[in-house]
C-alpha cells in the first residue's frame, strides 16, 4: 500500500487527523488541571512516624504490649 502524501490527503482525513490533535490536546489540558487540582505538592500533606501511630491506634497498643511484657507495677512483690 502506496503512503500517501499530505498534499495528497482527502479533506476528510485532514479533518480528522485536526479534530483527534484537537480531542488529545483537550485531554492533556484536562489532565494537567486534575493534576493541579488534586495531587499537586500544594496537596500533600505531611507524615511523621508518630502522627502515623497516632492515627492507627499504634502507640496505645505498643504501650499496652510493652507494660505487659513488664508485669506488674504496682512495687509489691510475689513470693
Known amino acids: 500500500m502506496r503512503r500517501m502524501r499530505a498534499r495528497e490527503q482527502t479533506p476528510w ?9 484537537g480531542l488529545i490536546a483537550i485531554k ?3 489532565l494537567a488541571l486534575l493534576w493541579w487540582l488534586f495531587f499537586s505538592p ?19 497498643a505498643a504501650a499496652s504490649t510493652e507494660a505487659a511484657a ?4 504496682d512495687g509489691a512483690s510475689r513470693d
Open 70 to 73: 513488664r508485669g506488674p507495677t
Open 42 to 60: 500544594a496537596h500533600r500533606t505531611t507524615v511523621d512516624a508518630d502522627a502515623a501511630g497516632r492515627r492507627l491506634g499504634l502507640a496505645a
Open 28 to 30: 492533556l489540558v484536562a
Open 13 to 21: 482525513r485532514r479533518r480528522l487527523s485536526r479534530e483527534l490533535t
